[in-house]
């Protein structure tokens, strides 16, 4: 299982600072396709969460079904997703 980068992890906690613990352990568990970076998926999960648990658990259960869906509601379906990403994360 892919292990959650800095700059998600940090992010994580800011959204989720009562529950981090729980979530990131939930979120390291999360099985990634592997033609998909890890880090993209685990951001698209905390950008459609929102800092909501009850959203969270609907963006890890897309992550799980559906991920382009969630790459897409995440806004980093497209070729310009890493550049969102550090714009939302920092850089790496």
Excluded: C, K, Y
């Excluded at 729980?22 to 990634?32: F, H, I, K, M, N």
């Excluded at 950008?47 to 890890?60: K, T, V, Y």
């Excluded at 890493?82 to 939302?88: A, V, Y």
Aim: proline share 8%.
């Amino acid at each position: 299982m892919p292990v959650v980068t800095d700059r998600i992890r940090e992010r994580l906690v800011e959204d989720f600072p009562t529950v981090s613990p729980a979530v990131l352990g939930r979120l390291e568990r999360l099985t990634v396709a592997p033609q998909v970076d890890p880090e993209r998926i685990h951001a698209a999960v905390l950008i459609a969460a929102r800092g909501n648990l009850s959203m969270f658990d609907d963006a890890l259960e897309h992550a799980r079904d559906d991920w382009r869906d969630l790459l897409d509601r995440a806004g980093l379906a497209d070729a310009g997703w890493p550049g969102r990403l550090d714009e939302s994360f920092g850089p790496t």
